[in-house]
């Protein structure tokens, strides 16, 4: 795979007077080679072939020298007059290798760690080669499934669909973009033309990033969170063994073709060949591989192909960069592919001013919006017969989709009542013409016991309007009914989005409900539900408020800040436990449920009040990056922290209201990624009441804890600290949570644990308090179980008492 060029619609009218070369590129069984590489010599102007060999070369008539290569395989000259529409087909033969005759005593090391090491002291030079420039990329992804299971969860599976099946495409993309790096780690991709089978208004996905072996660590997303190891890293020779497989001639230059070899598995190490140019010591080309034995993630296997050109005496630039995946999950088997094609290279171009910006990826207007004639002469690797059916067939069935009857069948046969969704997915009801969705928790989320209520039941269904110009709408209805003290609450919530740019959010409440004293809910009913039936511990402690309040917020721009202001009013009462919990209580050898207050509190009820209050929040990430689409911006993250700000006033005398108080906090919070040592995370906060003259309970500071056997949400909780032991209306407070991800790191030495993949993670708690309260924890555990279970043993470490321990099981969401 050598070279492409990307011909613009310009250049649409040289294609009147051009031939077409075309032909199949095979080896020498007579298999196909997909995407090898096509150059006229010299020439910049090129093609790749597609996934089953074809090509097709736009030419003016005339004599042509055409080369044809391969990763792998020896590269092949073909002359061509061209007077006419001609076929051409190569037959690529296996590169054949010369391997010279060496006495080789047990002693000595093969002549590759030679070749490797001259390698990786000209690794910084050649990486700086590529460190600014500018160039064209096309880009197509695909992926597909091979085999289904006959029901999934209980549903059947229809196997004859056009997107559900085996041996069907299930995502297609094309992309033709501008892209440019500059030092010291900027990125663009500016996307021209995109296009998705089957969405007319889809952008396709594009991942048009050069990864680059002379970096030390190659990050691939999420499919291992410390990155790999580059076989020519600066600390390469540790983690791989090499073997010299032989040497060949490319135009003068001397190829030493190279096995890399972990030396241990499961080390997040690639497998497979890489090709250096003698005496130069630069990557030629690299044909690598990843399997579960790497600590690959989320894929079973993925295959990479690169192949790197002289651009000049002094640079080479990549080509061509191609990805193979293969995946497996709950029965379903898939794989693709993800090709990136290289052209019109330019070297340390001077940029514009504020050229790079935020924006790494940006989609111009009209971007996927090209007609098929466009793709017909810009697309610089060929469709396949079934690439081309399936964009035929999906084009055309979305027109369908898009008819008023199709979306009342679809509406018909998927809005009904299901036991999967009453009782684990929760109920959807779609309108999809007129862009409506109404949806309802499942039942075990629906219904639950505490001493106060009782049996209650909780329906707060959501009803969202959709509209064209991004805008939603969303309605919540609540109504709440507790069997035991016979009290309703009702509330109304709307919440109006302006638009998808900004993200500017309009959201008005009120009516009554059931509130838990610390606003940060600490507990979940359903956990407080089991319990205190099957544990006799009511933890979760509530009043009940009419309160009204209102929010508004909105993205500053393309600067990571979000501004938000909010008004509260709330009054309050108190409620007291109606289920004496005879039946509960009994055989428990527990003396009964305790009061509905927080225990710290409890020789003092809160006492019926008003409370007004205004809140603005700032949240800051400097330095954030985004996708932006003609209608949206997606925030992509930040090398720096997330910096909040908030302060809160207690209005007296607004409507009633008893508040009489000023408390502000501030955090620093991040991930941090360490690449081969792991995810460090961090949440660091102070604040504290400036003003503290008339404060009700619900507004103190509250510090989450934790007496549950299931965590409570990381880096922002105390996994045992008593609920509401440490709330307070101090001047001053300071707060840390810091953990440490492991990712594999130290486990991949220990057999059993290699295997299962799972983690270490390290972490500390730690509260200070300006009355001299401190409080510690510390945590460790093991991750990544089952890919989504977390088991810690923690220790607390309160000043003056007792040291706590337990276990707490926990639930990995992201990264």
Request: charged letters at 20%; aromatic letters at 14%.
């Amino acid at each position: 795979m050598r070279f492409i060029v990307l011909f613009l619609v310009l250049f649409s009218p040289f294609f009147a007077d051009a031939q077409v070369l075309s032909g199949t590129v095979r080896d020498s069984s007579g298999a196909v080679l997909p995407f090898a590489t096509l150059t006229v010599k010299g020439t910049s102007r090129g093609v790749t072939a597609n996934a089953e060999g074809h090509y097709a070369l736009h030419l003016a008539p005339g004599p042509y020298i055409l080369i044809c290569e391969h990763v792998g395989y020896a590269r092949q000259e073909k002359n061509v007059s061209l007077s006419a529409d001609q076929v051409l087909d190569f037959r690529l033969s296996p590169q054949q290798l010369t391997v010279k005759e060496l006495v080789i005593k047990t002693t000595d090391e093969d002549p590759a760690y030679g070749i490797i090491r001259h390698t990786i002291r000209k690794r910084l030079v050649h990486l700086k080669e590529l460190e600014s420039f500018r160039c064209m990329v096309y880009s197509k992804s695909k992926a597909g499934l091979t085999k289904v299971p006959a029901s999934f969860f209980g549903q059947k599976i229809p196997q004859d669909t056009n997107y559900i099946g085996a041996n069907t495409t299930i995502y297609m993309s094309e992309v033709v973009a501008k892209y440019a790096e500059a030092p010291p780690d900027k990125q663009k991709a500016e996307v021209i033309s995109t296009k998705v089978s089957g969405q007319s208004n889809g952008y396709g996905a594009t991942i048009p990033y050069i990864v680059s072996f002379y970096h030390s660590i190659i990050e691939l997303g999420t499919m291992n969170p410390r990155g790999f190891v580059s076989p020519i890293a600066e600390n390469a020779l540790h983690y791989y063994r090499y073997k010299l497989v032989g040497t060949y001639f490319e135009d003068g230059r001397m190829i030493d073709q190279i096995r890399v070899i972990p030396r241990r598995s499961f080390e997040p190490c690639f497998s497979g060949n890489i090709n250096i140019v003698d005496g130069e010591w630069r990557i030629h080309s690299t044909d690598l591989y990843l399997t579960k034995s790497s600590q690959l993630e989320l894929l079973d296997t993925f295959h990479m192909q690169q192949l790197y050109t002289p651009l000049d005496s002094n640079a080479w630039i990549m080509r061509s960069q191609v990805g193979f995946f293969t995946f497996k999950v709950l029965g379903f088997n898939g794989g693709g592919s993800v090709a990136n094609i290289y052209s019109d290279f330019e070297l340390h171009p001077s940029f514009p001013k504020d050229y790079f910006g935020n924006t790494t990826l940006k989609y111009n207007d009209g971007s996927n919006k090209k007609p098929a004639a466009y793709w017909d002469t810009i697309r610089p690797v060929p469709l396949t017969p079934a690439e081309a059916r399936d964009y035929y067939k999906k084009d055309s069935l979305e027109k369908i989709q898009e008819t008023p009857q199709y979306l009342d069948s679809v509406d018909k046969a998927n809005n009904h009542l299901t036991l999967l969704g009453l009782f684990i997915t929760g109920v959807n009801i779609n309108r999809s013409k007129k862009k409506e969705t109404i949806t309802m928790n499942a039942l075990p989320f629906a219904v639950g016991f505490n001493t106060v209520e009782g049996v209650f039941a909780d329906l707060n269904p959501n009803y969202q309007k959709r509209y064209d110009n991004g805008q939603s709408l969303d309605i919540t209805p609540e109504a709440r009914y507790g069997f035991s003290n016979r009290h309703f609450e009702g509330n109304l919530t709307i919440r109006y989005k302006f638009s998808l740019k900004y993200s500017p959010v309009l959201e008005v409440a009120g009516g009554r409900n059931v509130f838990q004293y610390d606003p940060g809910e600490p507990i979940l009913s359903v956990v407080n539900t089991a319990y205190t039936l099957f544990n006799v511990a009511n933890y979760m402690k509530i009043y009940e408020a009419s309160f009204g309040r209102i929010k508004y917020s909105k993205d500053v721009g393309k600067t990571g800040l979000n501004l938000s202001l909010a008004g509260a009013w709330q009054n309050r009462v108190t409620l007291a436990n109606t289920d004496t919990g005879t039946y509960w209580v009994k055989g428990s050898g527990k003396p009964g449920f305790t009061p509905n207050y927080p225990p710290p509190f409890a020789a003092a009820p809160m006492a019926p009040n008003k409370a007004a209050s205004v809140t603005f929040t700032a949240v800051w990430r400097p330095g954030m990056h985004y996708i932006e689409y003609p209608e949206s911006l997606v925030p992509l993250g930040s090398k720096y922290p997330t910096l909040t700000f908030s302060y809160t006033k207690g209005i007296s005398g607004l409507l009633g209201s008893n508040a009489d108080y000023d408390k502000w906090k501030f955090s620093v919070s991040d991930n941090l990624n360490l690449k081969i040592g792991g995810l460090f995370k961090y949440n660091l906060g102070i604040g504290g009441f400036i003003n503290s003259r008339s404060v009700a309970l619900p507004d103190y500071n509250h510090f989450n804890g934790n007496q549950t056997g299931i965590a409570s949400t990381y880096l922002e909780s105390f996994q045992l600290a008593p609920y509401y032991l440490y709330s307070n209306t101090d001047q001053f407070y300071a707060v840390g949570h810091v953990e440490h991800h492991f990712a594999g790191l130290l486990t991949n030495k220990i057999p059993l644990f290699r295997r299962l993949n799972w983690y270490l993670v390290g972490g500390v708690n730690y509260l200070y308090l300006s009355d001299g309260r401190v409080y510690t924890e510390v945590l460790a555990g093991l991750e990544n179980i089952f890919k989504v279970l977390r088991v810690d043993y923690v220790w607390g470490l309160p000043s003056g008492g007792h040291q706590l321990t337990g276990i707490r099981l926990g639930f990995k969401i992201g990264p």
